[in-house]
Structures are given as C-alpha cells and as structure tokens.
C-alpha cells in the first residue's frame, strides 16, 4: 500500500509498478521498469520506489515523474529482493549476498 493508505501498489511481470485506487480499483499510474518485478518497496513519503527482479541490478525510480533517479549494478549474480530499512535511509538488497545500500537522495 502507498504510505497516504488510498492506494494499492502492484509490481508486474510486465516490467512495471502500478499504483490502483483503492476507492475506484482503478489504475492511477504505472511506472516501466526495466525488470520483471520480483520485489518492491517505497520511501516513507511514497515519494520513491526500490525494485528488482531476477537481474544482477537493482533501481529506484521517482513516483511523481515515473523516471529511474539511480541504478545499482555492482553484482554478479541476481538480485531477487530489496527492502528499506526501517529509517528508510538504506536498502538491504538479497540475492546470493546481503549488502546495505545509501538511499537518501538530493
């Protein structure tokens, strides 16, 4: 769920993040990624989204325009989920290592 609570948010085989309203059921917005979507997660503010999907790289992505703001490359396996942080300033990424990653942004 999008951290405001009036949207659904969904990550898709079809390389893409959608974001559905939970009081129509309608698709608000979708986001193409360069991945199958295996894992997500958004930033407290729902401001920006982490995903990943069976590549050996993972992205982050701005809610409001829909663009990549970052790529992590630095793997030479896949990565199959990617989790913030509590304080939501890193992402822990899982595949056949663990590794913490900076995400705050300017």
Known sequence: FHPGGDL???GCSDDTIRFWSLA???ETQKIDTDVWINSFDLDTDGKVVVCCGN?????????ETGKRIQRINNFDR????VKY????KNVISCGYDINLWDAEFE
């Not at 590549?55 to 809610?63: H, K």
């Not at 942080?85 to 939501?88: E, F, I, L, N, Q």
């Open 8 to 10: 659904l948010v969904s």
């Open 24 to 26: 129509t059921g309608h």
């Open 55 to 63: 590549r050996a790289f993972f992205e982050f992505w701005s809610v």
């Open 78 to 81: 896949d990565v199959y989920i």
């Open 85 to 88: 942080t509590p304080d939501k």
